[in-house]
């Protein structure tokens, strides 16, 4: 069974950079990918991820994160530029089987078979 381990979280100031990885069991490139967030008090969100080279990501984290892997895929990254207050969260890496679905409903919880423990980026103003 793949498990996911997430690492990198921190405190960092608003503008700021964080990368958070994702280290995996096994190679994952029969899966795709995705970060999710949930924020304090709201519900879990995607946020970027990725499928065969193909890159994904929300309107809030467009042209801020962005995703990448390893050549042996089995540590995955999100790197977050110039941060906000409300990028605040815990930040999960999850895995599912690849397939249309992971362009067309990236963001559907239930797609994902695997979730890692999560890891907290708190950004202040």
């Known amino acids: 069974q793949l498990q996911l381990v997430e690492s990198g979280g921190g405190s960092v100031q608003t503008g700021g950079s964080l990368r958070l990885s994702c280290a995996a069991s096994?190679?994952?490139?029969?899966?795709?990918i995705t970060w999710f967030r949930q924020a304090p008090g709201k519900e879990r969100e995607g946020v970027a991820g990725?499928?065969?080279?193909?890159?994904y990501t929300s309107d809030s984290a467009k042209g801020r994160f962005s995703v990448s892997r390893d050549n042996a895929e089995t540590t995955m990254y999100l790197l977050m530029n110039n941060l906000k207050p409300e990028d605040t969260g815990m930040y999960y890496c999850?895995?599912?089987?690849?397939?249309?679905?992971?362009?067309?409903?990236?963001?559907?919880?239930?797609?994902?078979?695997?979730w890692g423990q999560g890891t907290r980026v708190t950004v202040s103003s």
């Open positions: 999850a895995a599912a089987p690849g397939g249309s679905h992971c362009y067309t409903d990236w963001r559907l919880e239930g797609n994902y078979y695997y």
């Open positions: 990725d499928y065969y080279l193909t890159n």
């Open positions: 096994e190679s994952t490139s029969q899966y795709c």
